[in-house]
Structure formats: structure tokens, C-alpha cells
């Protein structure tokens, strides 16, 4: 055995023996289910997300799941409870996000079928009550529109999709008028976003993805349709670019970079040189940098820092873009914010806020003063938040010595001496984070005396760099090891039932599931999978065509790593798995499908051993329906019951 794993071997040993000699010392008490909110209580509970001011500030568009699944409403500048929201859309499917015109003439939405993702692109008309149909302005339902981009006058629109060819998005624009079609200005292979207009509509700023943590940007003529790349980092390694944003004068960029840092933090490109640019990074922060919003009128920058998962809301002065100054830190309660809207004058920001303990609203900031008021006032179902949990902010060490973030969630009312079965839940990505955002389903077990452990196990982003490439290729059953280091943490501990414990997660949270129950099949009680990866050879061969290139860059490449892929995949250890395991799945999920599940249930249900299986065949990646969830999540915790107590 070499020393790493002789050290690890040592490490779960003496955690183990630790527990062990905890559980004599202090006398168990019976784990007893507690009766806080049901899980229908907690799932009709109605959100609002994703706001979008009206130019004069008067009224905000944004997305509420008030009807089942998420549809866009407008309610008025000062805000208003639900009954009062005018609904903006009646639409079998999800609406994926709404949008003003920076005229004012026109509200845009996106919708996809089925949880395709296959998103198209709608317009109604911003006045009237009620506002009427929408048109479908892209009608090409196989087709995957990325709306970008509107011009500062309201007369030019930009986004992206893989109309040509399935496996890359090219960039189109189209005026806003009646009867203007679609014209592409530029063509390339590979995965393209845009992201703004300059300030006198000639230019698009363009993201070319090679992976979640490999981008270059350009700047696009949309007159000649010709393309200057900004950016170039030949041997350096993968660096991302994020948000690049026009200055006033259109001669700058902000952008969101970790080009020779750890941290993504802020930056400005030179737009005018005719060579790529190094980034001048002008904000210098051991945090990441999540979100930017520029005011219309070009002073404000409105930015978002990640904080161990907590959003903290920063405005800069940026007249000077290469000198940005610090205005406040608006006062917002903490938990996470995920979008931002300015109005024109820049007076009024628009955000959505979601807190472990509280629903998502959406809030406005007047600028100048400071105040913080809350437009959305969603129906709750008569929850009583203060019965709900906020998590604590631990850390565990690791196999390696790697330190392991985790949100820990304990029951209000656990006895000296009672020891609580625990649900790891594991976040999707890898390339992303567990945040302290209401989640309706940690709630509920943690009202019926779970005890819920959400770790950010190596390759979660928010973290460094360093930190987020840890479990790259090669070293992908590291995170899993970081997994177990969890659970022993856990067993540990005198709260906790050590052979209770059972781990869930969706996407490459599913596949964290399925490598748990077989790299250490000893530790688990249970699991739950959700739209998870079995076989990473058949998703690479399935899933859509867009998204392959971005997954190999994180897992390995079909062509060389095959033997890799083989072995890292749960399918081809299915027989280690000993706990009882659920699965979830939607037909027509295009990033993990639905195969996938298929098989890892074919597999076990073959060797008899306990699985149960649910298919949502009007869901994708993910159960948006309120129906859907209230089925599958009730189910899941049944579930645990039945083979945890």
C-alpha cells in the first residue's frame, strides 16, 4: 500500500474507533420522526425569480412556479402580493426566463417542450391588459436558442443557437421590427454565447466555451459580420472569461476573469487594439465574483461576491472603468442571489433572494438611498418559516488533508443523546456549488429529524481554482473519497445514527450517488439518484451533441480515455451495491439521458437487489412540475423511512 493510502486507511480507522468509543460514553436515545411541515405544504409553497425591470422602473416582469411550473408575471413598481400579479403567459410548458425591452415596447420569454431544453424564443407586446398571445419569433422546436443580447435602443436583437449543425452555436441578429428575420454574423465550430450590444449597436460581444473553465472572447461587427478574438492564453492553461460587458464609451470591457489568480474577479479589455488583450484586472478579492449588471446609463456596476455560498451585493461608481470605486454594500439579508436588473435611469437594481429559511422573492434597491423593498409577495401556503433551518458552516478533513466545505443541517429539537439518521446531499456539476438557497426537500427531511449534511466535495466551484480541478480526469473518484471522509465525519459525531446514513444527489450529484454505493458500499444505507450518470461511455455517446466537447473536457475523451471512463463508471461495479437505491429520471433529459437510469435499474433489479424507479415522461434534467416533485420527493423520503429506522 503506498503512504497516501496508508494515511487514509489510518485516518477512517481512528474516526471510526472515535465513534465507537462516543457511542459507549453516551446513552443513544431513540430517533423519533418530528411533524414539521409536510412535504405538500412545503413543495406548494409558490417562488419568484429571475426579475426584469421595466425601463421607467414602474413595474418588473419575473418567473413565479405560483401556477405548477414556472410562468412569467409583471406586478407593479412598489410591489404587490400574489393575487394582485398579472400573469403574462398561460403555457402548458416552463418558461425559462422574461425580459424588457431596453425600449419598453416589448417583453421576451423562452420556453422549451417537455424539459427539452430545446429553448425558443417569444415576444408579447410590454402594454395592455391582458397583453395577448405570444409570437414565437425562432419556430424551430428541435432547435437550442441562447437569447443574449438587446441593443440599448430597443431595435436590435442577438443570440445564439445550433440551427446549422447540432453540435455548434453560431450567432444571429435580427431586428426587432414586424417581419424582420434572423441574419448570422458569425460562424465557427464549438459552443458560442452573446452577451451584449455596444453602446451604438455595432458590435456583439461573443463567449466561445471550450469547457466551464476555458473561454475566449470577441467582439463581433454586426454590420460586416466579421469577428476580432479579445482574448488569447496559448499555454497557459485553462482560463475563464465571464459577462464581458461594454463600458459607456464601447472603448472598454468589463469582464469576470481568474486569468494568473485563483479567484474569478473583475477586469477591463481593451476593445480598440487590434491584438488580443491582456485582462487589467481593476478589483482584487479572495472571493469569486458571481455576478455583474451595468447600468444602462454606464455608472453603475452592480456586483455579486460568493462568500462560502452566501451572495454579498457590492455597487461600484465605474465612470472610470480601469479605476472602479466602491459605493455601498446595500444591506440584504444573506442567502443567494442569482439575477440582476437595472432600470434605465439606473436609479432602481431588481434582484431575487433565496434563503435556506426563506422562499425566493424578488426585491428592488433604490440606488441612492440604499433601501431595500420587496416586490414579490408569494403565497407561502401558511408556512411558518420560523420552523424552518439554517445551516452551519463546517469543514472536513479529507483522505489527502484537503479540506471539505459542508452545510449542516440539524433538526431544532434532537435530545442530549439522540442520534439522527443523516441524507448527504450532493450538488450537480461538478462544476458548481452547494449555496444556502430554500430548498424545499432538506427542509422536510429536516422537520421529519433528518439530519442533512450538503458537502461541496473537490470540484466544486467557489473555492479557488486550485480547488475546482482537483477531481479532473484521472482524479474523479477523489471526490468520492472526499464522500466517505463525510460520512465518517459524521459517524462521528454524537448526534448522529452512524449506520443511517444515506446519500442523494441529481445529475453528477446522481453519479456521486452510484460511485458512493459501490467505492464504499460499507458506509451507505441508502441512496438516491437523480437524472445521475451510470456509464460515463453511453453518456458521452448520448447526450446532445452541444454538450458533448464541454463534458469530455472535464471527464475524458471518448477517443483516448475510454478505459478511463469504463473504469470510473458505476454500471461495471453494480454487483458491490449493497443499500436499497431509488431512481428518478425524465424521458427527455438531453444532458444525462434517460438510459442512464435505465440501465443501473435493469442491472440491479437483475442481481434482486432492491431498486425502485420512477420516469417522468414530461420532464428533462430535472422535475419541474409541482406534481411531479410532489410524487417523487414524497416517495424518496418514504423511501429513507422504510429503510433507515
Not at 487514509?8 to 436515545?29: D, E, F, I, K, M
Amino acid at each position: 500500500m503506498n503512504a497516501r493510502g496508508t494515511t487514509r486507511t489510518v485516518a477512517l480507522l481512528a474516526l471510526t474507533l472515535a465513534a465507537c468509543s462516543g457511542a459507549q460514553r453516551t446513552p443513544t436515545v431513540a430517533w423519533r420522526p418530528r411533524s414539521g411541515p409536510s412535504m405538500e405544504q412545503l413543495l406548494n409553497v409558490h417562488r419568484a425569480s429571475s426579475p426584469s425591470l421595466s425601463p421607467d422602473g414602474r413595474a418588473v416582469a419575473f418567473l413565479s412556479d405560483a401556477a405548477g411550473l414556472p410562468q412569467a408575471f409583471r406586478v407593479n413598481g412598489d410591489g404587490a402580493a400574489e393575487a394582485q400579479w398579472q400573469r403574462l403567459v398561460t403555457d402548458p410548458e416552463r418558461m425559462q426566463f422574461v425580459r424588457y425591452a431596453p425600449d419598453g415596447r416589448w417583453l421576451y420569454l423562452g420556453r422549451d417542450h417537455g424539459g427539452d431544453e430545446n429553448t425558443q424564443v417569444l415576444r408579447l407586446a410590454a402594454g395592455g391588459d391582458p397583453v395577448g398571445a405570444p409570437a414565437d419569433l425562432t419556430a424551430a422546436p428541435e432547435v437550442k436558442h441562447l437569447f443574449g443580447a438587446l441593443s440599448g435602443d430597443g431595435r436590435w436583437m442577438a443570440w445564439a443557437s445550433n440551427a446549422r449543425s447540432r453540435g455548434d452555436f453560431d450567432v444571429y441578429v435580427r431586428g426587432t421590427d414586424e417581419g424582420s428575420t434572423a441574419r448570422r454574423v458569425f460562424e465557427a465550430a464549438g459552443h458560442h454565447e452573446v452577451i451584449d450590444f455596444s453602446p451604438d449597436a455595432r458590435f456583439v460581444t461573443v463567449l466561445e466555451e471550450r469547457s466551464n473553465f476555458d473561454q475566449d472572447v470577441f467582439v463581433v461587427d454586426v454590420t460586416a459580420a466579421t469577428s476580432r478574438q479579445l482574448t488569447a492564453h496559448a499555454g497557459e492553461g485553462d482560463v475563464r472569461y465571464q459577462s464581458p460587458t461594454f463600458s459607456r464609451d464601447g472603448a472598454q470591457l468589463f469582464v469576470v476573469s481568474d486569468r494568473g489568480r485563483e479567484f474569478m474577479n473583475l477586469a477591463v479589455l481593451d476593445v480598440t487594439g487590434a491584438t488580443p488583450a491582456l485582462p487589467r484586472f481593476v478589483v482584487d478579492e479572495p472571493h469569486d465574483l458571481d455576478l455583474i449588471e451595468l447600468s444602462p446609463d454606464g455608472v453603475t456596476l452592480a456586483a455579486v461576491y460568493n462568500l462560502d455560498g452566501w451572495s454579498q451585493l457590492r455597487l461600484y461608481d465605474v465612470h472610470d472603468p480601469a479605476h472602479p470605486t466602491e459605493r455601498a454594500r446595500p444591506a440584504v439579508p444573506p442567502g443567494v442571489i442569482s439575477s440582476l436588473s437595472f432600470s434605465r435611469d439606473g436609479a432602481s437594481l431588481a434582484f431575487d433572494l433565496s434563503r435556506a429559511a426563506s422562499p425566493d422573492e424578488v426585491f428592488r434597491l433604490r440606488v441612492a438611498d440604499g433601501i431595500v423593498d420587496r416586490l414579490t409577495q408569494s403565497d407561502h401556503a401558511g408556512l411558518d418559516e420560523t420552523r424552518l433551518v439554517e445551516p452551519s458552516l463546517e469543514r472536513v478533513r479529507s483522505f489527502d488533508g484537503e479540506e471539505v466545505p459542508l452545510l449542516l443541517y440539524r433538526p431544532r429539537d434532537l435530545a442530549p443523546g439522540e442520534r439522527a439518521p443523516v441524507v448527504v446531499y450532493v450538488h450537480g456539476g461538478p462544476e458548481a456549488q452547494f449555496t444556502p438557497y430554500f430548498n424545499p426537500v432538506i427542509q422536510y427531511l429536516v422537520g421529519h429529524g433528518y439530519i442533512v449534511a450538503a458537502p461541496n466535495v473537490r470540484g466544486s466551484t467557489g473555492y479557488g481554482k486550485r480547488y475546482a480541478h482537483l477531481d479532473d480526469v484521472a482524479r474523479r473518484e477523489d471526490s468520492v473519497r472526499d464522500l466517505a471522509a463525510v460520512n465518517q465525519w459524521l459517524r462521528a459525531r454524537a448526534d448522529v445514527a452512524p449506520s443511517r446514513i444515506a446519500v442523494m444527489g441529481g445529475s453528477y450529484g446522481g453519479y456521486m450517488v452510484l460511485a458512493a454505493l459501490t467505492l464504499n458500499p460499507e458506509l451507505w444505507a441508502a441512496g438516491c439518484d437523480i437524472v445521475g450518470i451510470a456509464n460515463f461511455r453511453t453518456f458521452l455517446e448520448r447526450t446532445a451533441a452541444y454538450r458533448r466537447a464541454l463534458r469530455e473536457a472535464e471527464y475524458g475523451s471518448l477517443a483516448r480515455d475510454g478505459e478511463l471512463l469504463d473504469r470510473i463508471s458505476p454500471i461495471h461495479r453494480v454487483e458491490r451495491i449493497r443499500a436499497p437505491l431509488f431512481v428518478i429520471h425524465g424521458a427527455n433529459d438531453p444532458r444525462v439521458p434517460v438510459a442512464e437510469a435505465e440501465q443501473i435499474v435493469a442491472a440491479l433489479r437483475q442481481r434482486g437487489q432492491r431498486v425502485e424507479y420512477t420516469r417522468f415522461d414530461n420532464e428533462g434534467h430535472g422535475i419541474f412540475r409541482r406534481e411531479n416533485r410532489l410524487r417523487a420527493y414524497g416517495d424518496v423520503v418514504r423511501f429513507f423511512d422504510d429503510v433507515m429506522r
